[in-house]
């Protein structure tokens, strides 16, 4: 076993060698431009390009000409609300999304605020799910888009997407969902799921990183947006610029991988998930997980620590990569959005910790990271005369 050991995968993943070794004639043999033409260079290129659409199209169920290539999933986000807010704009001026979205969503979304759109952000139960009639209930005469994240960054709920987006359908709104989290991790089905935008991100898939995709649908309705780089019409004229042809085989190639070892990554990752969940609790009291078990990505788990500062366990735990739910800002640590937005307090927010485990990851690495956790926790609680107040009271 390598230390340090990475439970960091929702933030990125590690390239799989597999995607490598598919992408690395593009950085030198075939180099050519894929909008070159006239030449076999281009070509060659051009068919790299296009076998990747397939492939992501064939991964979430769409037909290729509905794949639009981007630099990722921030960049799909600003694409679909931005594209939709302008296309849209004679038809009503009003979008509802959820308060527990990525900030690639909820700052795309202050943006066009400023602009004159108005936003209802849904609150979430304590399970971090939606409930659906307040779904219903806020599409109103002048609702142009709902976007809701297919499965959180954070806490890995997965929203019931296919209700939501049968409303949406129903109401004739238009349905975005970030589903970056989600895409290879679990079933995604356009059609199925009533989805009319999708953001994909590459590194979120044991793909490269600066290399996405954005799904528009073309029939039924057929979506319309408003392109938001302009240059030499690539993409159909949505995204203008020379593509990232090594990046787009690369996102392909993972995507043809998730297709067929999804079942049972799936499978694998939730046993070892649970495994380290049973471990945490069986070893520690006052530790609460964040957001619903039952609906959840196979590979996360969000913890609570009672007693015990988030920031400080990472330092304790310098020798394992996860994250905290708090966030560094120039001037002050605030709390996870997400976690709050769960019900909890500051201090419970403060203390969350993800832990996403991945492709890579051993029953091993989840039996040293639950011992190396379990033993700084009880050291930091050593020093907490709140919890020596807690745990003298209970006796």
């Not at 794949?67 to 921030?74: K, L, R």
């Not at 949406?168 to 059609?191: S, Y």
């Not at 799904?215 to 319309?224: F, G, I, M, T």
Request: net charge negative; hydrophobic share 40%; charged share 25%.
């Amino acid at each position: 076993m390598k230390i340090p050991v990475y439970m960091d995968n929702h933030a990125t993943t590690p390239l799989d060698p597999r995607v490598f070794d598919a992408m690395r004639p593009y950085f030198a043999e075939i180099f050519g431009n894929a909008a070159s033409r006239s030449h076999s260079f281009g070509w060659r290129a051009a068919d790299g390009v296009e076998k990747a659409r397939k492939q992501v199209a064939e991964l979430i169920g769409a037909s290729p000409k509905e794949v639009i290539f981007t630099s990722g999933a921030t960049e799909s986000n600003n694409l679909a609300l931005k594209g939709v807010a302008e296309a849209y704009a004679s038809r009503g001026d009003h979008i509802v999304t959820a308060a527990t979205e990525h900030k690639a969503i909820l700052d795309t979304l202050k943006h066009l605020e400023k602009g004159g759109i108005r936003v209802t952000y849904l609150a979430v139960e304590k399970s971090g799910l939606i409930d659906l009639e307040k779904f219903r209930g806020a599409l109103t005469d002048s609702t142009i888009l709902a976007s809701v994240m297919y499965a959180n960054n954070e806490i890995g709920v997965i929203q019931n997407i296919r209700e939501m987006g049968k409303i949406a359908k129903e109401r004739g709104v238009l349905f975005h969902t970030d589903a970056a989290q989600a895409i290879g991790k679990i079933p995604v089905d356009v059609a199925a799921d009533n989805i009319d935008l999708l953001s994909i991100s590459g590194h979120k898939m044991y793909g490269p990183k600066g290399i996405g995709a954005l799904y528009v649908r073309s029939r039924d309705p057929r979506v319309e947006i408003a392109a938001q780089m302009d240059g030499g019409g690539h993409e159909r004229g949505l995204r203008s610029g020379t593509l990232n042809v090594a990046g787009i085989v690369g996102l392909g190639a993972a995507s043809a991988i998730a297709k067929t070892e999804m079942p049972g990554e799936a499978k694998r990752m939730a046993a070892m998930r649970d495994r380290l969940k049973d471990r945490l609790l069986a070893g520690l009291d006052h530790i609460a997980i964040n957001g619903a078990m039952d609906a959840r990505l196979p590979n996360n788990l969000n913890v609570s620590f009672g007693f015990v500062e988030g920031d400080a366990l990472l330092m304790g735990i310098n020798d394992v990569a996860v994250s905290s739910g708090s966030a560094c800002t120039s001037a002050t640590i605030e709390p996870s959005h997400v976690i709050k937005a769960l019900g909890a307090g500051d201090e419970l927010a403060h203390s969350s910790i993800r832990f996403g485990l991945g492709r890579f990851n051993t029953d091993e690495e989840v039996d040293y990271v639950a011992s190396r956790v379990i033993e700084v926790v009880e050291k930091l609680r050593e020093l907490s005369p709140l919890y020596d107040l807690e745990k003298n009271s209970g006796a």
